[in-house]
């Protein structure tokens, strides 16, 4: 998601040494360390538990409609976004422009929703090379513990960018292993909750071997597989300047850090031209039905797909099991030409689709929207659309 529209707060710097705020909008007693990193009481700080019900996941930078998604039935908001980048100095540090004061005060106030900290965004930095994925964490867990552990845990978030020429308009291999090992210490070491929320075309469970979909590549500056097969679908990409698409790069996070170590993935079917608008809007003579195409892919995800040519491992099956699966959709901002839009009764319709094929154990896990600040717009307030989608769904 491209985050240009969002306004800068500030800017925290964390190394393992020191913390050094630079700030416009915080109180004045933000200017040194909050908490003492050898106080026992915050050594022996436990994440919050994940909801146990349906998960209800929306993405929020500002905090001022978040109190009022929460109350519509928001279970687990992901603050976007903290960085991994170094310092002038050439140290690693992880940095937010987050408001950590008012995310402080609604989680004092809602003693059971989740917090997590997403990590990259559209146009936000990749890791830089020359910090292991350990050293990351272990940062992280300082940085979350001088903010008096406000992050339950971390949320996969990197992107690409809109300048192809850009250094993150690619994955490396140091980046992906760096957030496979990351992921691992943070669930197995310290707890955490670890998610990812790839792009469809990042992790695409209806890749086909009609195109080369299927092949691994660490580009994030590809033209969209599903819209190169017809002149006429090419002409709109084309007219239009996108190639911004991946290729299965989230699939090596996935095999080496392993499912177990993800508490659940999150599809973002909203991304610019995804595979999932082409199949819901463009396929002639009739596109497919928006709740079928999301029960598609679910099932392909529970069944297991190929992944070729994959660095280290070749070619690869990936599996999400239906606990550990979220729909990603967007809210008002989407127009439904370049972004899906997606109702909540489709993803209901979808999870009914799946419970009538595999009984209560193929519901997928939940849902997840961005973004909060956009809820209201168009007349279309997620939160408590999807709420009640999915409620119905359970009940029926």
Not at 172 to 197: C, I, N, P, Q, Y
Not at 309 to 330: D, E, F, Q, R, T
Request: aromatic share 10%; net charge negative.
């Amino acid at each position: 998601p491209n985050m240009s529209h969002l306004r800068r707060l500030s800017c925290l710097l964390l190394t393992a040494h020191k913390t050094v705020l630079f700030s416009s909008s915080f109180d004045a007693s933000f200017s040194k360390p909050m908490h003492d990193i050898t106080n026992p009481i915050h050594q022996s700080w436990t994440p919050r538990p994940i909801p146990s019900d349906t998960l209800i996941i929306a993405y929020a930078h500002d905090s001022g409609k978040v109190e009022q998604a929460i109350s519509s039935g928001v279970n687990v908001v992901c603050w976007s976004f903290v960085n991994m980048v170094n310092s002038a100095g050439g140290d690693p540090v992880i940095t937010t422009d987050l408001n950590v004061t008012a995310i402080r005060s609604i989680r004092e106030k809602f003693k059971s929703v989740l917090h997590i900290a997403a990590i990259g965004g559209w146009n936000g930095p990749h890791p830089p090379p020359g910090t292991s994925g350990k050293k990351w964490c272990d940062l992280f867990v300082d940085f979350n513990r001088e903010l008096g552990n406000i992050f339950d845990g971390i949320d996969w978030d990197l992107e690409g960018h809109d300048d192809r020429s850009s250094l993150t308009s690619k994955f490396s291999m140091d980046t992906l292993d760096v957030m496979a090992d990351f992921s691992r210490e943070a669930k197995h070491v310290h707890g955490l909750t670890v998610t990812m929320a790839p792009a469809e075309s990042y992790l695409d469970s209806m890749a086909t071997d009609v195109d080369d979909s299927q092949l691994f590549s660490l580009d994030l500056n590809i033209l969209p597989s599903a819209w190169m097969r017809s002149e006429r679908d090419r002409s709109i990409i084309n007219s239009s300047g996108f190639s911004h698409a991946g290729r299965q790069c989230y699939a090596y996070v996935l095999k080496k850090a392993g499912i177990d170590t993800f508490d659940w993935v999150a599809i973002q079917l909203y991304e610019g031209f995804s595979r999932y608008l082409h199949e819901t809007t463009r396929i002639q003579p009739e596109s497919l039905d928006s709740a079928e195409a999301i029960f598609r892919r679910a099932d392909a995800f529970y069944r297991g797909y190929d992944v070729n040519n994959m660095p280290s491992y070749g070619k690869v099956n990936i599996k999400i099991p239906p606990h550990k699966l979220v729909i990603g959709v967007a809210n008002g901002w989407a127009d439904g030409v370049k972004f899906a839009k997606i109702s909540s009764d489709d993803v209901a319709q979808a999870q009914r689709l799946l419970l009538e094929k595999y009984g209560p154990k193929g519901l997928f896990r939940g849902a997840m929207f961005w973004t909060i600040e956009e809820e209201g717009n168009d007349g279309i307030f997620m939160a408590s659309s999807l709420v009640t989608a999915l409620k119905s769904c359970k009940s029926s």
